[in-house]
């Protein structure tokens, strides 16, 4: 069992920055690959990020390459997700997620373990 708890979330302009984190509980989180997800208003949620058990590997969509940079820190049992000059259209509820596989992987249902999310607003 993983328990996840996002924080980090804000209101920030357009242009801005903003570092989510994502803690896990359970001595296994080096064992998952991690994702980012997020979901705006009247959206299904869609896939930002993930990262590999080690960190070796990610994989990206392509509305946030060269902006979001995710990181993890597994003495810490930590993902972050470091949003670079972000966007109104970023606005979302941001979840972090547990894939056992430990490969890194986009779809949704691929997933074991989410978090409650954070909420992003981007201003214009």
């Known amino acids: 069992q993983v328990q996840l708890a996002e924080s980090g979330g804000g209101l920030v302009q357009a242009g801005g920055s903003l570092r989510l984190s994502c803690v896990a509980s359970?001595?296994?989180?080096?064992?998952?690959?991690m994702g980012w997800f997020r979901q705006a208003p009247g959206k299904e949620r869609e896939f930002v990020v993930c990262?590999?058990?080690?960190?070796?590997?990610?994989s990206y969509a392509d509305s946030v390459k060269g902006r979001f940079t995710i990181s993890r820190d597994n003495a810490k049992n930590t993902v972050y997700l470091q949003m670079n000059s972000l966007k109104p259209e970023d606005t979302a509820v941001y979840y972090c997620?547990?894939?056992?596989?430990?490969?890194?992987?986009?779809?949704?249902?691929?997933?074991?373990?989410w978090g409650q999310g954070t909420q992003v607003t981007v201003s214009s």
């Open positions: 990262i590999s058990w080690s960190g070796r590997s990610t």
């Open positions: 359970g001595r296994t989180f080096r064992n998952y690959a």
């Open positions: 997620a547990a894939d056992h596989y430990g490969l890194g992987v986009t779809e949704i249902t691929d997933y074991d373990y």
